[in-house]
């Protein structure tokens, strides 16, 4: 019974997130610059929450088109842990 006190007292505890601007590029599309963005991100941050995309551009090199997803991410701040 105490552990489930303890338990739900734990969840009990408002999270705190962080929020950081990540570019995503893509030679195919605008959707795959931001799965791009979100996999490498992935890579370093745990508990990524929410991609918001911001912005969405085309960058022109030569004839060549460079989609890329200007994102917001937010993730589950933890402090020193």
Known sequence: MAKAKAAKKKASVPAVYRLIDVVGTSSVSWAD???NA????QKSLRDLRVAEVD???VKVEGSKL???????LSFKY???D
């Open 55 to 57: 912005t969405l551009d």
């Open 38 to 41: 979100i996999s490498a991100a």
């Open 66 to 72: 460079i989609y890329r997803a200007k994102m917001k």
């Open 33 to 35: 610059a931001a799965k």
């Open 78 to 80: 933890h402090g020193d």
